[in-house]
C-alpha cells in the first residue's frame, strides 16, 4: 500500500545504492522514512487499520493496545496488519512469541534498516517499556514462547552449575560463537554475533527462539534450568571472569597468539639486535 | 688505551718472555698467531672520565634494578594470592606480575652486561685469516691414497665372496632392528573394517537397534528438538558418547516441513527411508578432515565445518556446496521405536569421517 | 706441625697449569678466546632460536613434572571451577593442574608456549637472512640442509606439545592430523590405526606424543643443533663486503670479551621477552576450550601460525577427490582432497628449500666457494624468488585464519575462500615482479650515487640563472665529474653526514662497523691486501 508513496525517497537514495533489487530498496527507503517520521515528532500516519478487519484480535490488554500502536507505526510496512507477514518482506510473527519481540527489538536487530545477509546488533530504538508493550502484543496475537520472568541464571549455591553450563556451552554453543564468547563466521557473510553484550534475557530469549540463523533450543532440548546454567556460564565464567594469563589477546586463539610473536616478540627482538649489533 | 697497529711486515713471532712486553702486547701476539690481526683496539671513554663513571652507574643501575625486580618476584611468588578463584580480579594478576618482575629482572641482566659489552669495552676491530679453501693437494693426496690402501688390504676386490656374505649378513641385522618397531606398531585397519563402523552397528548392542541419547544418555523423543533445531546424538551404548566412539557422534535435525518435503524428494538412493517424518540426522564428522561440521544455520540449511569451511546442503544429502569436502555427510537411517523414542535402525551406510585410499 | 703456606693469589694459575698438563687446553684455549666474529643484527637471528630452544629446554622439563600423559577418563576437581566436575582425560586435567594448582605453573606452561612460537618465528627469520643474502652457497649449503630440517622438525616438536593438553582445540588439531594420515594412497589407513593404535583417538596417543614431544625430537633437534653450530664455528661465519673484507678473512671482534657478552646479554634479553610475553599475554588458554571431545568444537580453529600455512592450503584447495577402480580389485580407491594441500604441497616444500643451493648454482655456473654475502638487490631474480615464496607462503597463512578475518572485518568467508585462491595463483607472480623493480631501481640508484655524488641538499645558482644541487663525489671524479667508483655491491653512502661532512658518523644500525668516511667506496681502490698498513689505518679511524 505504501509501495509508490516513497518514489521521492527511493529517487534520492537511488544515486549511491548498489545492484540490490528494486525491492529491497523501496523496502529500506519504507523503513527509513517511517522511522524518520515517528522520530521526526510523532506526526502520524493514517493507515488503514481496519483493512484485514475481518481477523481483528478480540480483546488486547493495555500493554498491547500500546504495543499495536508502535507496531503500526514501525513494523506494519515489512511485518503486515497484524502482523501476518508481507510476501518478500517480512515473515508472519504470529506464533513467534513475545521471547523473539525482545530479543528481536531488545537488541536492536528490528526494524531492520534494510535487506542483508543478517541483521546487526544496534543501538535498539525503543526503550524497554515500549519492547514489552510490543512484545506483548505479539504474544496476545498469536502466543508463542515467552522469557520466564525473574531470575536467569543458576542458583549460586549449586556449585557445579556453572560447570555443567560450561559443558552444554560447548556442545551446543561454542561451534558458532567460538569457546570466548567471540562470535564466529558462517557461510556467505553470515555471523554468529559475540556474546559481549548480550543480557541474561538475550541469551534466554535467543535460544528459546534461534533467531534467523540459530537453530532453536526448546525447553524439551535446554531445560530452564540447562538454559540458566549456560546464561550462568557465559556471564559469570566468560564475560566477568578476567582471564589469568595476563591479556587474553582478544581470544582469538592462535591467530592473534601469532601475530603477537611476531609483532611484539620478533620485533622487540630484532630491534635488541640491531642495538647489540650497532656500533654503540 | 687506544692501540693503532704499527706497520709490523716481518712477521716473526715474539718473545712472549721478554719482560719488557705489556700484557695487551703478548694477547695480541696470540691473537697473530690464530692469524688474527687486531687492527684497532681503543677503549671507549677514557679511563676514570666523566662519560666511563656515567657509564658504570647505568650498568650498575641495571643490575640493581634486576635484583629489585627478582626480589619483587620472590615476594609476588611465595605471597601473592596465586589460587584461581572464579570472578576475582586479583587472583588474576598473579601470573601478569609474575611475567612482569622475570621479565625485567632477566632484561636488566641483558642490558646490564651488554651495555658493560657495548660501552666499557674497548671497542675493537679483528682481521682473521680464514684459512679456508680445500686441504693441499698433498693432503688430499695423503689421506686418498690412505684410504684407498686400507680398502685394498680389506682386499674386497679380490674377495668378492666375503663382500657378498657381508651385505647378506647384515641386511637381515638392519630389518631385525626394524622389524620390532614395525611390528610392535602396526594395526591392522582392514581386519576389522573399523573405519567403516561406528557406535550405531546393531552388532555392537547385541544386535538390536541402537537408541539414540543425548550425551548424559537419555533417549530422545520426538518433540525434544523443536522445529530449526538440531542435537547433537550419541549411539545408546556403554560410553557411546566418549572418545571410545569418536565417530559416531550424529546431529539430528528438525526440518520445517517444506525444508523437509524438499529433503524428502532430493534423497538419494542410499538415503531412502533414513528420514523419519521432518527429522534427518547427518554424520557430525566432517568428511574432509573430520572436524565436527555442526554450524548449523537453520533457515538456509547448510552445515558449516569450522576447520576448512566446507558447507554441506543439509536439504539435499547433506551434499558439499562449498569448501575442500567432497564427500556429502553420510545419513543415518532413523525411527521411533514403540516406546516412543529415536533408534537407528541400522549403522551408516557409507563409512563416516575422512576419506582414505580403501574407501569406495 | 708446619701449616703449610698457601699463597692464594698463585691458585689460579696453578690450578690453570694443572689442567693444562692434563688436558693441553692452552692452545686450543687461546685459538677460542680470539676466534673473530662479524658483527652484524642479522647475525643475530639464529641466536634468538637457539636462546628460545634453551628456554623451550628450561620450561619444559618444569612442566614434564607435573603432565601425565595418559587418556584415562577422570572427573576434574581442581581449582578451576568452571571445569569441576567434569569428565576428561587425565592429560587434560594434570594440564589444569599445573595451570592452576601449581604454583606459578601458569607462566612456565605460557612461557614455553610463547617460546615454541618465538624459536619457529626466529627459525623463518633467520631462513630468510640466509637465503636472501645468499649464505647458503657453497660452502655452507650443508648447513642450510640442517636449517631446513630444524624447522620440520621444530615443527613437528610444536605439533606434539600442541596436541598434548588433549584440550577441545588440540584435538581437533589432531583428528585432522589423523584425517591427513588416512588420506596418503595405500598406506594411510594401516600408518593411521598404527600410529593411534587402532581408530582415532585411541588410548596411547598421548603416550607416544609424550615420548616423542620430550626425548625424540628434542634429541634430534639438539644433535642438529650442535652440528649447525659447530659447522658455522668451522666454516666460520660469512660477512658483508665492504672495506678491507675480502673472501678470505674475517672482519670482527674475537670472540672474548665482547662477543661472547653480547651473546650472554641477548641470551638474557630473548629469556627476558619470553617471560614478558609468557606473564602479559595468555597463550594458549586450554580451560576455556574444554576437554576434547569428538563433538565439541569451536568457531575459528587454528592451529599456531608455523602450521596455519598448511591449513589455509587445505581450506584454499578445491573439492578435487580421485576415485578409481583397480582392475576390479577392492570396491575401489580414493584419494581424498586432503592429500594435496598437507601431504604433497609440504613434501614440495622440503625439498624444494633443500635443492635450492644446488640449482641456483647450476643455474648461474657458480662453483666457487663464498665467504662474502650479497645484498639482496644485487642479486634480483633471487631475492624476487625469495619474496614470491613469501606471498605464497603469507596468502596461506592468512587464509589460514581467513574466518576470523571475515567475522572481524565483515567479509563474507566464502569470498574469502574465493580470495584466497585467486590470490594464491596471481600474488606470487606479482611479488616476483614488484621486487625485480625494486631490486634494480636500488642498484640503479647506488650506481647514480657512485657515479655523482652523494646529494647535499646545497642548492647552487649558475652564472647562467640555473639552480643546480651540489653533489659530493665519494672519490676523486673524472673531467665529466663523474666517479670513478666501480659498483662493488657494498653499502653506499646516501647521506652527507655518513661521509663526515657533518660530524661523526655511523649511527643506526643498519650498515657495517666501519665508518665509510675515510674509507673509498670501490674495493681495490687503492688495491686491497691485508698486510697493506696504509689499508688498516682506514679501518681504524
Given at each position: 500500500m505504501t509501495s509508490d508513496s516513497p518514489g521521492w525517497l527511493g529517487r534520492l537514495r537511488r544515486g549511491r545504492s548498489g545492484p540490490r533489487s528494486r525491492v529491497r530498496r523501496r523496502v529500506g527507503s519504507v523503513v527509513r522514512l517511517t522511522l524518520a517520521l515517528t522520530l521526526a515528532g510523532g506526526v502520524y500516519i493514517v493507515?488503514?487499520?481496519?483493512?484485514?478487519?475481518?481477523?481483528d484480535t478480540p480483546q488486547l490488554s493495555t500493554a498491547a493496545e500500546e504495543g499495536k500502536a508502535l507496531f503500526n507505526q514501525s513494523c506494519i510496512t515489512c511485518h503486515g496488519p497484524n502482523a501476518q507477514g508481507v510476501e518478500g518482506r517480512g515473515p508472519s510473527l504470529i506464533g513467534v512469541g513475545a521471547a523473539s519481540v525482545e530479543f528481536q527489538v531488545g537488541t536492536g536487530r528490528m526494524p531492520m534498516a534494510r535487506q542483508e545477509a543478517q541483521a546487526e546488533r544496534k543501538p535498539p530504538v525503543f526503550t524497554d517499556e515500549q519492547t514489552r508493550q510490543l512484545a506483548q502484543y505479539i504474544q496476545e496475537l498469536g502466543g508463542g514462547p515467552q522469557v520466564p520472568s525473574g531470575d536467569l541464571r543458576a542458583p549460586e549455591s549449586d556449585e557445579e552449575a556453572i560447570a555443567r553450563g560450561g559443558n552444554l556451552f560447548r556442545i551446543n554453543?561454542?561451534?558458532?560463537?567460538a569457546f570466548g564468547g567471540g562470535g564466529g563466521a558462517l557461510s556467505s557473510g553470515k555471523y554468529a554475533p559475540g556474546l559481549g553484550e548480550a543480557t541474561d534475557q538475550q541469551i534466554y530469549a535467543a535460544m528459546l527462539t534461534g533467531p534467523q540463523n540459530m537453530p532453536v533450543f526448546g525447553d524439551n532440548q535446554l531445560t530452564p534450568e540447562q538454559k540458566k546454567e549456560i546464561i550462568s556460564y557465559i556471564q559469570e565464567a566468560l564475560k566477568q571472569d578476567r582471564d589469568p594469563g595476563g591479556w587474553g589477546l582478544g581470544r582469538f586463539g592462535p591467530v592473534t597468539e601469532g601475530l603477537a610473536i611476531f609483532l611484539v616478540g620478533i620485533v622487540a627482538l630484532v630491534f635488541a639486535s640491531l642495538w647489540i649489533a650497532g656500533k654503540s | 688505551m687506544s692501540t693503532e697497529t704499527e706497520p709490523r711486515v716481518e712477521q716473526e713471532p715474539l718473545d712472549v718472555f721478554d719482560p719488557r712486553l705489556t700484557r695487551f702486547d703478548i694477547m695480541r701476539e696470540g691473537a697473530r698467531r690464530e692469524g688474527i690481526e687486531i687492527v684497532h683496539y681503543e677503549a671507549q671513554y677514557p679511563p676514570g672520565s666523566r662519560a666511563e663513571r656515567r657509564m658504570t652507574r647505568i650498568v650498575a643501575s641495571f643490575f640493581l634494578l634486576t635484583g629489585l625486580a627478582a626480589t619483587a618476584f620472590l615476594v609476588i611468588y611465595t605471597w601473592g594470592p596465586w589460587e584461581y578463584e572464579l570472578g576475582s580480579n586479583v587472583s588474576k594478576l598473579y601470573t601478569p606480575l609474575l611475567g612482569l618482575t622475570l621479565g625485567i629482572a632477566l632484561l636488566g641482566i641483558g642490558f646490564g652486561i651488554l651495555t658493560w659489552g657495548k660501552k666499557l669495552l674497548p671497542r675493537e676491530v679483528a682481521i682473521q685469516d680464514r684459512h679456508d679453501g680445500p686441504s693441499t693437494t698433498e693432503d688430499r693426496k695423503i689421506t686418498g691414497e690412505t684410504m684407498v690402501y686400507i680398502a685394498e688390504e680389506l682386499g674386497l676386490k679380490r674377495r668378492k665372496a666375503l663382500g657378498f656374505a657381508a651385505l647378506a649378513g647384515l641386511a637381515p641385522v638392519g630389518l631385525v632392528a626394524a622389524a620390532p618397531l614395525i611390528g610392535g606398531l602396526i594395526k591392522d585397519p582392514v581386519e576389522d573394517r573399523i573405519l567403516f563402523k561406528t557406535g550405531w552397528d546393531p552388532a555392537g548392542n547385541g544386535g538390536k537397534p541402537v537408541r539414540v541419547t543425548r550425551e548424559d544418555g537419555t533417549p530422545i523423543r520426538p518433540e525434544d528438538v523443536s522445529v530449526g533445531g538440531q542435537m547433537t546424538v550419541f549411539p545408546g551404548i556403554p560410553g557411546g558418547a566418549t572418545n571410545e566412539h569418536a565417530d559416531s557422534p550424529t546431529l539430528l535435525i528438525h526440518l520445517r516441513p517444506d525444508d523437509a518435503k524438499k529433503t524428502l524428494d532430493t534423497l538419494k538412493p542410499v538415503n531412502q527411508g533414513s528420514m523419519w517424518e521432518n527429522f534427518v540426522a547427518y554424520s557430525k564428522i566432517c568428511t574432509h578432515a573430520g572436524c565436527p561440521a555442526s554450524l548449523y544455520e537453520q533457515q538456509t540449511n547448510r552445515l558449516l565445518c569450522p576447520c576448512h569451511q566446507s558447507q554441506f546442503l543439509i536439504t539435499d544429502n547433506a551434499r558439499p556446496i562449498f569448501g575442500p569436502a567432497t564427500r556429502s555427510l553420510p545419513m543415518l537411517p532413523i525411527e521411533v521405536d514403540e516406546e516412543g523414542f529415536f533408534v537407528a535402525t541400522s549403522d551408516y551406510k557409507v563409512a563416516v569421517g575422512p576419506a582414505f585410499w580403501e574407501r569406495p | 706441625m708446619k701449616r703449610r703456606k698457601i699463597d692464594v693469589r698463585a691458585i689460579p694459575a696453578k690450578s690453570a697449569g694443572a689442567l693444562d698438563d692434563r688436558f693441553q687446553a692452552a692452545t686450543p684455549l687461546r685459538s677460542l678466546l680470539n676466534k673473530v666474529f662479524p658483527d652484524h643484527w642479522s647475525f643475530l637471528l639464529g641466536e634468538i632460536a637457539l636462546f628460545s630452544f634453551i628456554v623451550l629446554l628450561l620450561t619444559g622439563t618444569f612442566l614434564t613434572f607435573f603432565y601425565e600423559p595418559s587418556l584415562q577418563t577422570v572427573t576434574y576437581d581442581g581449582s578451576y571451577t568452571p571445569l569441576r566436575g567434569t569428565h576428561m582425560s587425565a592429560a587434560y586435567a594434570s594440564s589444569l593442574d599445573l595451570s592452576f594448582d601449581v604454583r606459578g605453573g601458569l607462566i612456565m606452561r605460557q612461557m614455553h608456549h610463547w617460546a615454541a612460537l618465538t624459536f619457529m618465528a626466529a627459525i623463518v627469520v633467520h631462513m630468510f637472512r640466509i637465503f636472501f643474502t645468499g649464505a647458503f652457497r657453497k660452502p655452507r649449503e650443508t648447513n642450510w640442509i640442517i636449517g631446513s630440517l630444524l624447522f620440520w622438525i621444530g615443527f613437528l616438536a610444536g605439533f606434539t606439545g600442541y596436541s598434548l593438553p588433549d584440550d577441545a582445540l588440540s584435538g581437533t588439531g589432531l583428528r585432522i592430523a589423523s584425517a591427513i594420515m588416512l588420506s596418503?594412497?595405500?598406506?594411510g589407513s594401516w600408518v593411521t590405526t598404527s600410529i593411534f593404535d587402532g581408530?582415532?583417538?585411541?588410548?596411547v596417543i598421548m603416550g607416544r606424543f609424550y615420548i616423542a614431544h620430550v626425548l625424540l625430537i628434542p634429541g634430534i633437534l639438539l644433535a642438529l643443533i650442535a652440528v649447525h653450530v659447530g659447522l658455522v664455528f668451522k666454516q666460520k661465519h660469512t660477512q658483508w663486503p665492504g672495506p678491507g673484507r675480502t673472501e678470505h678473512n674475517v672482519v670482527g671482534e674475537r670472540m672474548f670479551p665482547r662477543y661472547a657478552i653480547k651473546q650472554g646479554g641477548f641470551f638474557m634479553i630473548v629469556f627476558g621477552v619470553i617471560a614478558l610475553m609468557g606473564g602479559l599475554f595468555q597463550i594458549n588458554p586450554i580451560w576455556l576450550f574444554g576437554p576434547y571431545e569428538a563433538f565439541t568444537v569451536s568457531a575459528a580453529s587454528q592451529p599456531d601460525w608455523y602450521v596455519m600455512f598448511l591449513d589455509g592450503s587445505t581450506r584454499l584447495f578445491p573439492a578435487w577427490e580421485i576415485r578409481f577402480d583397480l582392475f576390479g580389485w577392492g570396491d575401489g580407491y580414493t584419494i581424498p582432497p586432503i592429500f594435496w594441500p598437507t601431504v604433497v604441497l609440504p613434501g614440495v616444500l622440503t625439498m624444494l628449500p633443500l635443492a635450492y643451493p644446488f640449482i641456483e648454482a647450476r643455474l648461474t655456473k657458480d662453483k666457487k666457494a663464498h665467504n662474502l654475502l650479497q645484498r639482496p638487490r644485487d642479486v634480483p631474480a633471487r631475492t624476487a624468488l625469495g619474496a614470491m615464496a613469501i606471498m605464497f607462503w603469507l596468502v596461506l597463512t592468512l587464509s589460514g585464519g581467513n574466518d576470523v578475518i571475515a567475522d572481524k572485518f565483515h567479509i563474507s568467508l566464502n569470498a574469502m575462500t574465493w580470495a584466497g585462491r585467486i590470490g594464491l595463483l596471481i600474488l606470487p607472480p606479482i611479488a616476483y615482479y614488484v621486487t625485480y623493480r625494486i631490486c634494480l631501481g636500488l642498484q640503479q640508484h647506488d650506481r647514480e650515487v657512485l657515479a655523482h655524488g652523494v646529494e647535499t641538499g646545497i642548492i647552487k645558482r649558475l652564472p647562467d640563472g640555473r639552480f643546480i644541487e651540489v653533489h659530493q663525489p665519494l672519490a676523486p671524479v673524472d673531467e665529466h665529474g663523474h666517479g670513478e667508483l666501480d659498483y662493488a655491491g657494498w653499502v653506499v653512502p646516501k647521506k652527507m653526514n655518513r661521509l663526515g661532512a657533518l660530524g661523526p658518523a655511523i649511527k643506526g644500525f643498519f650498515y657495517p662497523i666501519e665508518k665509510p668516511a675515510e674509507a673509498p667506496v670501490s674495493p681495490g681502490h687503492p688495491p686491497v691486501s691485508p698486510i697493506e698498513p696504509a689499508r688498516r689505518e682506514e679501518i681504524s679511524k
Open positions: 493507515f488503514a487499520p481496519g483493512l484485514a478487519g475481518a481477523k554453543c561454542s561451534s558458532c560463537h | - | 596418503i594412497p595405500v598406506i581408530e582415532f583417538p585411541g588410548h
